[in-house]
């Protein structure tokens, strides 16, 4: 008896481990976008040219995701015709090239926090980019539709608030507030902060047109971990010919034992090679939305870490805007998984008439 007993205890312990694996990872993947976020700023804001930072980036990805898409895609059947490399090569440069340009030329004139905030938006232009391409129904007949209206344009409202409406700052965060120009935000000249925030949210609207291109491409080039390297490895070239274009000082390239090394090794081997990964395991086994909802960790730990760092002041306007722009993300994912949710019970309504009706027929 004391034997079963103990093996009972061992069973439960071990599910109740296998229930916590999902929460660990996706708090995970949030520590580490919001180390994406700080890592890119401190490179960026101690000299590092953007377009440079962007093409180590992608380099160092490629070299991270080549060996796993050779070794665990190697025997997939999925061939490249020359319209589908086309395709490939025109959504990298369109998607991830342009945007994580805009992104780190935007950091020049931004925050790391305001970066972290800005992302939550991409869920809600997604949305609204999809309904407009007629990919997203959109019904105001059930609640799951009001909610995903409301909520996206919640979202979209909380992130120009949170980038163009101050307000006075938080005192209680600024103890021993010491301003260093090119790391805080409050020092920034207005004019190039609102040129910053417009550049951010172009950038993460051309990251929301590339999630829906993407979604057209998997389904003709299905091996995942291969599109996402091939990806990344034009998005190298392109972003190296942009580098040069834009960056000619050869002293500009040099990579030292510093923060810029770090920052790109960072961005390219464990934001794109192993958080990509965890992010499919952590969607594999408690779904998207799930995993959506911890997105908003990432803004909370950036600006700790900012105020910490950069003694980076936060402001009441900015605060109502991140409250809005989550409250929207949360809304509008409660609609989406509402709407999903009733999709399949109809597809399993509909799959168990058409069975009734065979047997009906065969009788």
């Not at 990964?277 to 909802?293: C, D, N, S």
Request: glycine share 6%; charged share 15%; hydrophobic share 50%.
């Amino acid at each position: 008896m004391k034997m079963t007993e103990h093996r009972m205890q061992l069973m439960k312990s071990c599910m109740g481990m296998e229930n916590c694996k999902p929460y660990i990872a996706v708090i995970f993947i949030q520590c580490v976008y919001a180390g994406m976020a700080l890592f890119s700023k401190a490179a960026i804001a101690s000299g590092m040219n953007s377009f440079v930072f962007v093409f180590y980036r992608q380099a160092f990805a490629s070299l991270a995701l080549a060996p796993f898409a050779f070794f665990f895609e190697s025997n997939r059947d999925a061939p490249l015709s020359y319209t589908l490399v086309c395709k490939i090569f025109f959504i990298s440069l369109f998607g991830i090239t342009l945007s994580l340009n805009l992104y780190s030329v935007a950091l020049n004139y931004t925050s790391a926090t305001f970066a972290a905030a800005t992302t939550n938006a991409i869920p809600a232009i997604t949305f609204v980019m999809a309904a407009l391409f007629r990919m997203e129904s959109i019904s105001i007949k059930y609640g799951y539709g009001v909610a995903k209206i409301v909520g996206s344009a919640t979202s979209l409202i909380g992130a120009l608030v949170y980038a163009f409406v101050k307000g006075p700052p938080i005192q209680f965060i600024n103890w021993n507030h010491t301003t260093t120009p090119q790391h805080c935000s409050s020092c920034h000249h207005r004019v190039d902060w609102i040129k910053g925030s417009i550049i951010m949210l172009s950038a993460n609207t051309v990251w929301s047109f590339w999630l829906i291109l993407q979604g057209l491409v998997v389904k003709q080039y299905p091996a995942k971990l291969r599109l996402t390297t091939l990806q990344c490895w034009f998005s190298c070239v392109q972003s190296a010919v942009l580098a040069v274009a834009m960056e000619r000082s050869p002293s500009a390239w040099k990579l030292g034992w510093d923060v810029h090394l770090l920052s790109v090794a960072y961005c390219g081997i464990v934001v794109t090679g192993i958080t990509y990964w965890l992010q499919v395991w952590a969607i594999e086994k408690r779904g998207p939305v799930f995993t959506a909802m911890f997105t908003p960790l990432a803004l909370i730990i950036t600006a700790v870490f900012s105020a910490l760092i950069w003694k980076e002041a936060l402001h009441w306007g900015s605060i109502g805007g991140a409250i809005l722009l989550v409250g929207g993300l949360y809304g509008a994912l409660w609609g989406k998984n509402k709407e999903d949710r009733k999709i399949e019970t109809n597809e399993r309504q509909e799959s168990k008439e058409e069975i009734t009706l065979e047997c009906i027929t065969h009788h």
